[in-house]
């Protein structure tokens, strides 16, 4: 298929050929008809993308700052993979369309393949041929729809829910500040609801189009006596409401709404102003209101809503984003508002640069300015050739998923200058990222299916780097087609998927292929070195994490996608300490932090060893972002070894203390990646044993037990 791409490190935009996106659990596959082009988030993207790193780096100060606590934190060589992923990979674009359904989800209902449907969000309805969108962000349409209105979807929904914010009756009067696309859409919606309406903007073009066609007073911000005019228009009382949908770094917007408001007004802001505004006169002595307007409506940025398709209770959450699009569809298509005359341009996808262009030079004047997409042309959903196909060789590789840490930790480290390595196949959830790794790293095709790994016969491994949930589908399906698996962390999200896996490898017996973790930090060299120096009996271990938070809201938290962060991240650890003391967990006792979220991230693990060592996990998500991420204090026989961050280690042993520190610092990844490959194409002895990495996924289960009952628990 092909799809709409720009680079962030100089802002080149491509139609590309790249695979059909994977359609996963509560989604649904659509073929756009039409897409619509945000001038205003869409051009600032694109003109932030086209200026120099040191523009960039103006424009975005809080990402400057995170490539500084990368660079400090880990080193240059990480920092510098990380930056060049971001600046290299294909971004897309878009996320308003409208289209016919491909594919449907079995979990999904009141969606059929040949409906049509209007699609929103960012990442999921994108100026491509095929969009695979949550069912929750999708609308259904009626037979005789017009997908070229439909496709206003996303802006429609921001601003109705500016409109619901602002809580208007029948019969009062709003301004609206900033008569571009959102701003006339707003004003179309106001007046079909009896409400009147004076739109303002500094811009004739659009003045002119409100007065035209939405509404009852249209003025520009420059006109003489305009407060007086509309505190007239208002019957001398000030506007009820002022919505502001315009863009602007000045503050003269939210300090003229205050102005324009009257009494015990309201002011919602829906566009991208400061809201410093002078708190006297206006605000103070009127006693304003101010509210914000989140996005598309309820249910915007909860994964549980947009992810996982878990609606909101009409009865609680009345207008949600979903119900926010059904009610603008149902207005355009009834034609109690006409939107007719916002489409000003229309171009086909393959001169959507010629279009950002129009966008960036303002060559001339515009509204709404679409895409239209050739449905006519047939479509590939087989995998894209990216190199030239070399000789078969004794590993031969493919990755399923590689988002920012495959590329930045994982792929890097594939020995490039080995005959005997061959790197087949990858495939992403986005099409995008297929194209653009497979060029980047050498890949010999992107693919749209994952058949076209896993019953592929020229590949003998495969790399599993994937969202946490779909791990042990893929694991399982990889083993059972003879792969051999390395597999990110967590291997599994249930006892029962742990069981699973274990059978498929005791049925095979000694003809299982190879399965791997990615457990890195025991490669790690001075993780090694520290074991050298500690062994010979039963060690006691402390392994203290500084977390930091992530937000309840984000997948990792999600149990059944992420796994929630003792499944999900604490293995690392729980592993590190199998390796150091070279013993299975046996026994082991959790306690948390009591949280409001409830997300056991603040969590104290005590573990015992078959051979007798014991040790200690804090993992703690509440402390400073200024202390080292990472430490380890190891004591034996009179011993004690300290790791700091995997970039020093410290051994005391009563003279003067043994030091060893890195410029980088190095977690291991490349040493495991290393020894992966060599263990598939020498058969030398497994890198990690089967059964320290099945101990390790019981111990995190049992961890999460132990919370729950209080108890010590055997493993």
């Known amino acids: 298929m092909k799809q709409l791409t720009q680079k962030l490190k100089d802002g080149a935009m491509q139609v590309l050929e790249v695979p059909v996106p994977q359609i996963h659990s509560g989604q649904i596959l659509v073929r756009n008809h039409f897409s619509l082009i945000s001038a205003g988030t869409e051009g600032s993207t694109v003109s ?110 921001i601003a109705l829910q500016g409109i619901r914010q602002a809580d208007l009756r029948l019969g009062e009067s709003c301004t609206v500040i900033g008569l571009g696309l959102i701003g006339q859409l707003t004003c179309l919606m106001l007046q079909a609801s009896g409400v009147r309406v004076a739109g303002i903007d500094i811009d004739p073009y659009m003045v002119e189009k409100a007065r035209k066609h939405c509404a009852d007073l249209a003025l520009e911000r420059t006109t003489p006596g305009i407060a007086e005019k509309i505190n007239i228009f208002s019957g ?155 000789a078969a060789g004794k590993v031969s590789l493919a990755f399923v998923g590689a988002g920012s840490y495959a590329q930045g930790n994982l792929l890097p480290n594939i020995p490039k200058s080995d005959q005997n390595v061959v790197c087949k196949g990858v495939m992403t959830s986005s099409g995008t990222t297929s194209k653009r790794v497979a060029e980047r790293f050498g890949f010999e095709f992107s693919a749209a299916d994952e058949n076209d790994i896993f019953d592929n016969d020229e590949i003998n491994t495969v790399f599993i780097a994937t969202r946490h949930d779909t791990h042990t589908a893929y694991v399982k399906k990889g083993l059972q087609a003879g792969k051999n698996i390395f597999v990110e962390k967590p291997l599994c999200l249930s006892v029962a998927e742990l069981e699973q896996i274990e059978e498929i490898l005791l049925s095979a017996g000694s003809s299982a292929p190879l399965l791997m973790v990615g457990y890195n930090r025991r490669f790690a060299p001075l993780a090694r070195l520290l074991k050298e120096k500690m062994s010979g009996g039963a060690l006691s271990m402390i392994y203290r994490i500084n977390a930091g938070p992530i937000p309840p809201e984000s997948w990792i938290q999600v149990p059944e996608i992420g796994g929630g962060r003792i499944i999900g991240e604490v293995c690392h650890f729980v592993d590190f300490l199998t390796f150091i003391c070279g013993a299975l967990p046996v026994r082991v006792y959790a306690s948390a932090l009591p949280e409001p979220n409830n997300l056991q991230d603040v969590v104290n693990i005590s573990l015992e060893f078959a051979n007798g060592s014991i040790g200690t996990i804090s993992y703690f998500a509440n402390g400073s972002k200024s202390l080292e991420k990472e430490y380890v204090e190891i004591y034996h026989a009179g011993i004690t070894g300290i790791l700091r961050n995997f970039k020093e280690l410290g051994i005391y042993s009563g003279g003067r203390p043994e030091r060893k520190k890195l410029i980088n610092q190095d977690k291991g990844q490349k040493m495991m990646v290393e020894s992966f490959i060599k263990t598939v194409k020498d058969g030398e002895q497994v890198p990690i044993p089967l059964a320290e990495i099945l101990a390790v996924s019981r111990t995190t289960f049992k961890v999460l037990k132990s919370l729950y009952s209080r108890e010590a628990l055997s493993i």
Not at 288 to 300: A, D, F, K, T, V
Request: positive net charge; aromatic residues 10%.
């Open 48 to 157: 932030a993308a086209r200026k120099s790193l040191v523009g960039k780096a103006k424009e975005r100060p809080q990402q400057v700052k995170q490539v500084f606590d990368t660079l400090k934190s880990q080193g240059p060589v990480q920092t510098y993979r990380a930056v060049m992923k971001k600046l290299d990979s294909y971004s897309p674009l878009g996320y308003s369309s409208a289209g016919e359904v491909l594919g449907v989800v079995d979990s999904v209902k009141g969606f059929a393949i040949g409906d049509l449907v209007a699609c929103a969000g960012a990442g999921y309805a994108n100026h491509a041929e095929v969009v695979a969108v949550p069912a929750n962000l999708c609308v259904k349409l009626a037979p005789d729809a017009n997908l070229k209105h439909a496709a206003y979807n996303t802006v429609a929904a």
């Open 236 to 390: 001398g009382l000030g506007v009820d409401k002022v919505i502001i949908t315009a863009g602007s770094s000045s503050l003269d917007p939210i300090n003229f709404a205050g102005e324009l408001a009257r009494k015990k007004g309201r002011v919602v802001v829906v566009g991208a102003v400061p809201v410093g505004f002078d708190r006297d006169p206006h605000y103070y002595r009127k006693e304003l209101e101010l509210r914000m307007s989140c996005s598309y409506g309820p249910g915007r940025y909860d994964p549980q809503y947009e992810e996982k398709g878990l609606d909101y209770p009409s009865a609680y959450v009345r207008w949600t984003e979903n119900r926010n699009m059904q009610a603008f569809q149902e207005l355009v298509y009834t034609g109690k508002i006409d939107i007719d005359y916002l489409t000003t341009h229309e171009f086909p996808l393959k001169e959507a640069a010629d279009a950002y262009d129009l966008i960036l030079k303002k060559s001339e004047s515009f509204l709404g300015i679409v895409l239209k997409y050739d449905v006519d042309r047939p479509l590939s959903f087989g995998k894209i050739v990216a190199g030239k196909v070399k």
